[in-house]
């Protein structure tokens, strides 16, 4: 596939986060407080998937790590809204098993062409992927705190600490996709630290607000 083709792809899903994170914010604004709205998990499950589409044909294991991790804790949100049981059960089992399916069949059937796919860059430094690896990783521990976050509340919640997390990974991830040209991964992070900040500012007030 084309490099052109490739980022399209890239731009498509940037397009898909970006645009679940405005709408979370219209929403915010409106409701004068942090929301956690059933549309903007869909939103991220479409997203990750094509961003795992471009992370393998862009030979980036870093984006793909990222999204490995988010993945299941949209499955997990969207199951807490109640909107994973409206779905067709066919539509369910294809979403929760394709990344597990597809990820199995790479490792265990063709673990030499993956590992060469996505590990042997020879112009990549060795400094740089394990820059990213550790961006992507703290980028992506928003969500597991999201979920425990929730868990323990027995609701869907995106708490400060989300939006904390997710503004100190992509402050990290910047200057990764700058050196690396990923210019649809740099335009999604650029667009996600106006709306982090707006929502750290929302989630002050409305402690503010509350006394807290």
């Known amino acids: 596939m084309g490099k052109l083709a490739v980022e399209l792809i890239g731009l498509l899903a940037q397009g898909l986060?970006?645009?679940?994170?405005?709408?979370?914010w219209i929403l915010s604004e409106r409701a004068k407080k942090v929301v956690s709205p059933v549309i903007f998990w869909q939103m991220s499950m479409a997203a990750s998937f094509l961003l795992c589409l471009y992370g393998w044909l862009g030979n980036d294991f870093v984006i793909i790590l990222g999204q490995i991790v988010a993945y299941y804790v949209y499955v997990w949100n969207l199951h807490a809204k109640g909107s994973w049981q409206q779905m067709h059960f066919t539509l369910r089992w294809l979403?929760?098993?394709?990344?597990?399916?597809?990820?199995?069949?790479?490792?265990?059937?063709?673990?030499d062409l993956t590992m060469e796919h996505l590990f042997v860059?020879?112009?990549?430094?060795?400094?740089?992927?394990?820059?990213?690896?550790?961006?992507?990783?703290?980028?992506?521990?928003?969500?597991?705190?999201?979920?425990?976050?929730?868990?323990?509340?027995?609701?869907?919640?995106l708490?400060?600490?989300?939006?904390?997390?997710?503004?100190t990974?992509?402050?990290l991830i910047i200057p990764y996709a700058v050196i690396r040209c990923k210019w649809a991964y740099l335009l999604g992070q650029v667009t996600g630290l106006v709306v982090y900040s707006r929502n750290i500012m929302i989630a002050l007030g409305e402690r503010k607000a509350e006394g807290c």
């Not at 860059?121 to 969500?143: A, H, K, N, T």
């Not at 708490?159 to 503004?167: E, H, V, Y």
Request: proline share 5%; charged share 10%; glycine share 10%.
């Open 17 to 24: 986060f970006s645009g679940r994170m405005i709408v979370q």
């Open 95 to 111: 979403f929760f098993l394709t990344p597990i399916v597809l990820g199995a069949w790479l490792l265990i059937f063709h673990w």
């Open 121 to 157: 860059e020879p112009d990549i430094p060795m400094w740089l992927f394990i820059y990213g690896i550790v961006g992507q990783l703290v980028f992506s521990l928003r969500f597991i705190y999201q979920w425990i976050y929730s868990q323990r509340r027995g609701e869907s919640i």
């Open 159 to 167: 708490p400060i600490g989300f939006w904390i997390i997710s503004f």
């Open 169 to 171: 990974g992509s402050l």
